[in-house]
Structure formats: C-alpha cells, structure tokens
C-alpha cells in the first residue's frame, strides 16, 4: 500500500487520502470527512451517498478492500487474494481470525409505481432533476415512504412516532414536508427534494423548475395526510 494512499489518523479511522474520504467500521463517515478533509470533501460525499443504501464493502484508491460484514480488509480489491492484518486491526480492532462472518441479503423491493417528477437540490444546486416514482414499501413491523429516482437512488422515508425520518448510506436524519399545492417538498440534512403532485411532468426549462425555499412544517398529523395523500 503507497504510504499516501491511505491515512490513519486514529484508531478505527482509515482515510483515503487521494479521494479525500474517511471510512470506520460502519463504512464511508461523512462527519470523519469534514473533521480531516473539510466541508468541501464531505459535502460531495453527502451527494454521492444519498439515495444509496448503506454499503457493506469499500474499496480504496490502492486497491485494498474492507467488508464490513466480516470485519476483514483484503489486498487484491474484489479477488480478495489475501487478508491485509494491518487494514483489519486498524479499522476493526480485530485481529484477521476473530472478526465474524456474516451475509446479508437485499430486502426485495416491490415494483416501482405512482409517476413523478422530482428535482433534488443540495445547497440551492440541482442534483437530480426528472422522473421519478413513488411507492410504500413494508419490511416486517416497519413502513417506509419511497422515492425512486430515475437515476436508481432511493428515498427512505418513516415515520418513527410523531418525527419522520430518512435512512440512507450517509446516516439516519430528522426530516420534514410542507405542502407546496402544486408539489410537496422534503428537507433533511442540506437536501430539498421537490416531489410534484401530479404524474404529468412539470414545466420549466432544461433544469427543471427551481421553486422558492418553503417554510418547513412539523412532522405531525398533517405530515401524515400529506404522505397519505402523495404515496399511492
């Protein structure tokens, strides 16, 4: 490993030094990232992460490769030709014999309905701007809110008592939806997803529409009509 390629600036933490990411053992940590790399690097990582369901293996600028799974780092990227001791103490504290082994499998995910159009903004700059679809999804107890964006990223919305809530591979996140009449709008984090009422698609330029900040709403009962109203 290329003594630049990778940073251990402490115990747990590895950090990728030509990408400018920070990993610990729950994956790519967007507040490692500010901490060692500024608001910058974690701003575009927070945008690469989103949508995304939490990663279970990471793979850095020198090949090596980390299974959060197994809690084992391998030299040879996706060969996993040998287990790296040095990357699985630093990242898991364990060493190469003692980390579990364990395998998840996706959650299946029901087909994609309710046609919208969507634009998603990071700090007033478009990210994503075009169809997407909605639906409910139930695993076991719990029931989320989707978003399905024709890029592929998800949306997981849930109501946890009387707070609604995003999950996604950048961490778990207060949100919140106000009603905009001709669309609904979703705040977390830096993010404004602007989700359209109606199936037909919206006017605007190439962009998309670009809609005035709302004043948030609470996540109480009227948060639940308007989920109740925009889901099908």
Not at 84 to 105: E, I, V, W
Request: charged fraction near 20%.
């Amino acid at each position: 490993m290329a003594a630049r390629a990778a940073d251990f600036p402490r115990a747990g933490v590895i950090c990728d030094a030509p990408r400018q990411v920070c990993f610990d053992r729950q994956g790519p940590s967007i507040g490692l990232t500010r901490i060692y790399y500024g608001p910058g690097a974690s701003n575009r990582l927070l945008a690469q992460l989103s949508g995304s369901p939490p990663q279970r293996e990471f793979q850095l600028s020198s090949g090596q490769l980390c299974d959060l799974n197994q809690q084992l780092c391998w030299d040879g990227g996706w060969r996993r030709r040998n287990v790296n001791p040095l990357l699985s103490r630093q990242l898991f504290g364990l060493s190469p014999t003692t980390g579990p082994a364990m395998g998840t499998a996706p959650a299946p995910q029901p087909p994609p309905a309710g046609e919208r159009q969507c634009q998603l903004m990071q700090r007033g700059l478009t990210v994503f701007s075009g169809p997407c679809r909605l639906y409910r999804q139930n695993e076991t107890v719990w029931k989320y809110y989707v978003v399905q964006m024709d890029n592929g990223k998800l949306h997981r919305f849930q109501r946890r008592a009387s707070q609604l809530v995003l999950s996604d591979a950048t961490g778990t996140w207060p949100a919140f939806i106000a009603d905009r009449g001709s669309a609904v709008q979703f705040r977390w984090s830096n993010l404004l997803l602007d989700v359209s009422r109606s199936q037909q698609a919206r006017g605007g330029g190439p962009d998309g529409v670009v809609p005035p900040t709302p004043t948030p709403r609470s996540t109480g009962e009227t948060g639940q009509d308007l989920l109740d109203d925009i889901f099908p």
